[in-house]
């Protein structure tokens, strides 16, 4: 059996064997050569960048080293974790067990809870990047990527500042070129916030953030709060809202799937992907939503309202994750939280 180690030296083995053909094919162009930029910059030829630098680059980054396959790790920010380090509020836990969440060659240590809190996980992730001697080239913005059929041109800027709240990046005049076979993008699906449009944000007078900004309820007691949103982040925001003593509400737009964090005793993520190995997916998604039902009630009468599919299968055809509850449904019910 092709171990993944001897997989990725046969694919370096075969780029190496054809490029030195390409070199004495008098039809082929230099690859070498980069896109013109109009400035100086530095030139760095690599077989693999990495752009990055959070658990998915991590985890790349330490199955090509122990393969000995050469890399460059890219982030725009000083540190690794960025989002968990400085967009994510002070009660964020992991919704997942630790062994599903866990990265490649390094188990979360024992003393762990189930659950682990934030400062727990970053506390993983820098413990993996020492282990295997990860060294991100730290506050590289990529600003584009361009293939030419053969390599990647990877153009990266030195980022100066980096404002957390969405604004824009501000750069050095120092640029960098990378020419690479393989590009992996680990950026994470929310790098940037996504703020909508809402007309008469401009004439409100109190404080309007989005949620990677939000760090505590503390300071919101007594106070009325309007949460937009009810996905995960939406639930347990108003949740520290509401344990915080705010008088908090909470937009819902859509339907959508909620589902306890645990049923009898166990993961719902582990029993759902246990089901899912020896049952069809509708047969699952009865089952879940069965169990639901007897944990949590009708969650339609808190104004919560389910989708025709269930979460399981909508999950497959759209990618909408079902919200995992870890407390927001018991105050909705108990009036602490207007829906």
């Avoid at 047969?283 to 939503?289: I, K, N, S």
Wanted: proline residues 7%; glycine residues 10%.
């Amino acid at each position: 059996q092709l171990t993944p180690a001897a997989f990725i030296h046969d694919v370096m083995d075969c780029f190496a064997e054809a490029e030195g053909k390409r070199s004495h094919d008098p039809l082929y162009c230099n690859p070498h050569s980069p896109p013109a930029t109009g400035f100086p910059v530095d030139n760095i030829p690599v077989p693999v960048v990495i752009v990055g630098a959070g658990p998915a680059g991590l985890g790349m980054a330490a199955l090509l080293g122990e393969a000995g396959v050469p890399y460059k790790l890219l982030e725009r920010c000083s540190c690794i974790g960025s989002l968990w380090r400085h967009r994510t509020y002070d009660r964020l836990c992991l919704h997942l067990p630790k062994q599903f969440c866990e990265l490649p060659l390094m188990p979360f240590p024992k003393s762990f809870p189930t659950y682990p809190a934030r400062d727990q996980f970053l506390e993983y992730l820098e413990s993996y990047a020492r282990r295997f001697n990860i060294e991100p080239q730290f506050r590289q913005a990529v600003v584009s990527a361009e293939f030419n059929g053969d390599f990647w041109w990877i153009r990266t800027k030195e980022v100066t500042s980096l404002p957390i709240g969405g604004e824009q990046d501000t750069y050095s005049g120092k640029t960098t070129l990378y020419r690479c076979k393989w590009l992996v993008v680990a950026t994470g699906e929310n790098a940037e916030p996504a703020v909508p449009e809402i007309e008469g944000t401009g004439r409100f007078k109190g404080q309007l953030m989005h949620s990677c900004e939000y760090r505590s309820g503390a300071g919101y007691a007594g106070k009325q709060v309007l949460v937009v949103g009810c996905g995960n982040s939406g639930m347990e925001v108003s949740l520290d809202l509401a344990n915080h003593n705010a008088i908090t509400s909470m937009v819902v737009r859509g339907t959508l799937h909620v589902l306890p964090r645990e049923m009898l005793g166990c993961s719902t993520f582990g029993i759902s992907l246990w089901l899912l190995r020896w049952f069809p997916v509708q047969a699952v998604d009865r089952f879940l939503l069965m169990m639901a039902r007897f944990i949590m009630g009708d969650t339609t009468n808190i104004g919560i309202t389910r989708p025709s599919l269930g979460p399981m299968e909508l999950k497959g055809v759209s990618g909408k994750t079902p919200v995992l509850d870890v407390g927001t449904i018991a105050k909705i019910k108990s009036g602490s939280i207007n829906v």
